[in-house]
Each structure stands twice: as C-alpha cells, then as structure tokens.
C-alpha cells in the first residue's frame, strides 16, 4: 500500500505560481513511480506530469509545456509539481498518483483544490 498526502493547492490571481506536494508513504519511494494528474470542472481527469522508473519526466505538452516542472525529494519522500504563469483554464483538482509497478497508477492522493482567477 501506498498512501499519499497532497498539499499546496490555492487560490491565485492569473501570471501567479503555486508549488504542490505529494508526500508518499508505505512503500520504499525509489520503488514507485509518481505523477500528477487534474480534474477541471466538466472534463475528465487528464495527466499533467510525471516521473518515469528511469527517472525521466515527461509532461502535458499541450496544456502545460514550459510552465509546470516535476520534482522530487528522495530524502522527504515527496514530489512537486511546480506551477508557474497560471492561467485560469488551469483550474481544477490536482491529484497525485503512484504506482509500483508498469501497469495504471493505482494510489491516489485525496486531491488539492487550484483556483486561477483572471
């Protein structure tokens, strides 16, 4: 099992950044791969960002290219998502996801509200 605590959400003027965490526990962090996902009102959850088991990122070119990075701290067992030149249409649910294997992620954290206002 593996159990995880998002933190961070907000609400921000547009241009402003946010800075989530992901605290992770249960599990030994280098053994899982994490990432985060979103849930903006009237769309399905779609994926933002995330670390690979290489330790590569790979991110949501479309909706957040050049604005959001992934990070993590092995010594805290965390992981970031680093939010810059928000925009309103980034308003949403943040999730934090993992996984312990190749397959779906299938840890979720509880969510974290991010509220971009114009």
């Known amino acids: 099992q593996v159990q995880l605590v998002e933190s961070g959400g907000g609400s921000v003027q547009a241009g402003a950044s946010l800075r989530l965490s992901c605290a992770a526990s249960g599990r030994t962090f280098a053994n899982i791969r994490m990432a985060w996902f979103r849930q903006i009102m009237g769309k399905e959850r779609e994926f933002v960002a995330a670390?690979?088991?290489?330790?590569?990122?790979?991110y949501n070119e479309d909706s957040v290219k050049g604005r959001f990075t992934i990070s993590k701290d092995n010594a805290r067992n965390t992981v970031h998502l680093q939010m810059n030149n928000l925009k309103p249409e980034d308003t949403g649910v943040y999730y934090c996801a993992a996984s312990a294997n190749v397959g779906p992620y299938n840890y979720w954290g509880q969510g974290t509200q991010v509220n971009v206002s114009p």
């Open positions: 670390f690979s088991w290489t330790g590569s990122t790979t």
